[in-house]
């Protein structure tokens, strides 16, 4: 994309100011204070062949000297590889299409402006300001600042161009390789054509005044001459393909058969017929005996016919034994909760992870040889490792002295307490603003994953950069993609801001 710029650019009608200079687009109110300096700093990154990020940085430092009153309604947008960077203030907009759907952004979501890094491959851009009208199909706009309400870049509708501009551009657009030598002059293998062989035609029959044409020797080394001819070789004669032939079946000897001997018949004896069975008479029951109902009192005698229960006689026995003991719950419902459970209510929201303990029962990540609290040796093959809470993994202290201890996720920018992440409960806030401008609303994610510290940029305009230990320079993390930290790391945020991985714990 950075090649071809936006495509065909086709204005849309209003009040404002549209500017398309060297591949970037540029809108804004014409009434206010600050579009002098936007369209001065579009020129300059222009002319300095600087990309969409480098122009949402300088509109951004436009925008943070003019925050004096209300937002300056403006949208900056152009290439950055094959995707886009877009920036919008106040009440502009912009739409940024791609394969996989479309992006918007608008201005008045953000306290003060929003920017997007696009990455994908874009197809169509559009920044308009409020009340601008839809573009004619006829109209393109090859360049230059005009009165308009917004522009619209679509690069599914590309110009057409003469055939020495377009092979010069195919040539200015492809990469540069490593294995280049550093010759003025090169052609790469794929580039290289053999010459094309001309066939010789030759005639059917020789001509009257010329000898015929006579086969010569074949072309391309050839064998030296033998002392002794030999005969072509012969190869020998075989007998042709007999297929194996099998033996015919033959059954295997089994000795005759013979019946097994049998001791002769004896009869049995007579049947002795035994007495007839008899049933048992149990002996007979006693009388059951009466006693008087538990809950009335017994009768009184109203003379000597009246029988009375005698006053030692009480209820039978099982009324005096006492009751068996009630059954509880099952033996599973007076455990415990599990031992995974009951961690981690005793720790709260701390993660539970595999490590292994050092003798003075600290609790460290299995990889490392040395303890992270008091440095004695981990000797591995005495170790067990199981499932604890995980402790803190360090912290991040940025350049102004705050300290971000990592027991948890972290999201920093400019405005980070409206970030999804954050109003889910994923992540916890960290604000961090720059005077350049050049930190976005949300710019970088610190994802802890099991006892790794992960990067993971946001599609921040001016990215996110890394130096790692030992090393004097920074690199770029790729966008949406998590990178993985050692401590003693050096991470820089947008322009000016950094801070620092430190492990240690106690």
């Not at 940024?96 to 306290?111: C, F, N, P, V």
């Not at 851009?125 to 522009?151: N, Q, T």
Request: hydrophobic share 35%; net charge negative.
């Amino acid at each position: 994309m950075s090649g071809q710029g936006f495509g065909v650019v086709r204005p849309l009608p209003g009040n404002g100011l549209v500017a398309y200079v060297g591949g970037l687009l540029l809108v804004c109110d014409s009434a206010e204070s600050a579009a002098d300096d936007l369209l001065e700093a579009l020129r300059e990154t222009a002319a300095a062949g600087g990309d969409g990020r480098a122009l949402a940085r300088r509109a951004a430092q436009v925008l943070a000297a003019n925050m004096a009153g209300d937002p300056t309604t403006c949208a900056v947008a152009g290439p950055v590889g094959d995707g886009v960077a877009v920036l919008v203030s106040g009440s502009a907009a912009a739409t940024i299409g791609t394969a996989a759907g479309e992006t918007r952004l608008a201005g008045s979501d953000s306290l003060t402006w929003a920017d997007r890094l696009v990455t994908s491959t874009v197809e169509r851009v559009e920044l308009s300001l409020p009340g601008a009208g839809s573009p004619h199909p006829a109209v393109r706009f090859e360049g230059g600042i005009v009165h308009g309400g917004g522009l619209i870049g679509d690069l599914t509708d590309q110009p057409a161009a003469s055939a020495p501009a377009a092979s010069a551009a195919a040539a200015q657009s492809r990469p540069l390789t490593s294995e280049m030598p550093a010759t003025a002059f090169h052609l790469e293998a794929d580039l290289i054509q053999p010459p094309a062989q001309q066939p010789v035609e030759r005639p059917p029959y020789p001509l009257a005044d010329q000898p015929p044409i006579q086969p010569g020797p074949p072309s391309g080394p050839q064998p030296a001459p033998s002392a002794v001819e030999q005969p072509p070789y012969q190869p020998p004669e075989q007998p042709p393909y007999l297929p194996p032939q099998e033996p015919a079946y033959q059954p295997p000897h089994e000795p005759p058969f013979q019946a097994p001997h049998e001791p002769p018949f004896q009869q049995e004896p007579a049947f002795h017929q035994e007495a007839p069975y008899q049933q048992e008479q149990p002996p007979p029951l006693p009388e059951p005996q009466q006693f008087p109902s538990y809950d009335e009192p017994p009768p009184a005698g109203n003379g000597a016919g009246d029988q009375q229960v005698p006053q030692h006689l009480g209820p039978p026995d099982h009324f005096d034994q006492p009751a068996p003991p009630l059954l509880g719950p099952p033996d599973h419902f007076d455990q415990g909760p599990p031992q995974q459970e009951q961690q981690q209510a005793e720790h709260g929201d701390r993660p539970l992870v595999y490590g292994v303990d050092c003798k003075n029962d600290h609790f460290n990540d299995p990889r490392v040889p040395y303890c992270a609290v008091c440095g004695i040796a981990l000797v591995q093959r005495t170790l067990v490792p199981y499932k604890g809470p995980r402790p803190s993994l360090g912290v991040l202290i940025l350049d102004d002295g705050t300290a971000l201890p990592l027991e948890s996720d972290y999201l920093l920018g400019r405005d980070p307490e409206r970030a999804p992440e954050v109003a889910g409960g994923n992540a916890r806030p960290a604000k961090v603003t720059s005077p350049d401008g050049s930190v976005s609303r949300r710019h970088l994610r610190v994802a802890l994953d099991g006892w790794d510290v992960n990067l993971v940029d946001l599609g921040s305009v001016n990215g996110t950069q890394i130096q790692p230990p030992g090393d004097p320079n920074f690199y770029d993390i790729p966008p949406n993609e998590p990178v993985t930290i050692a401590p003693g790391t050096t991470v820089r945020v947008g322009v000016s801001r950094t801070l620092r991985f430190e492990a240690h714990r106690g």
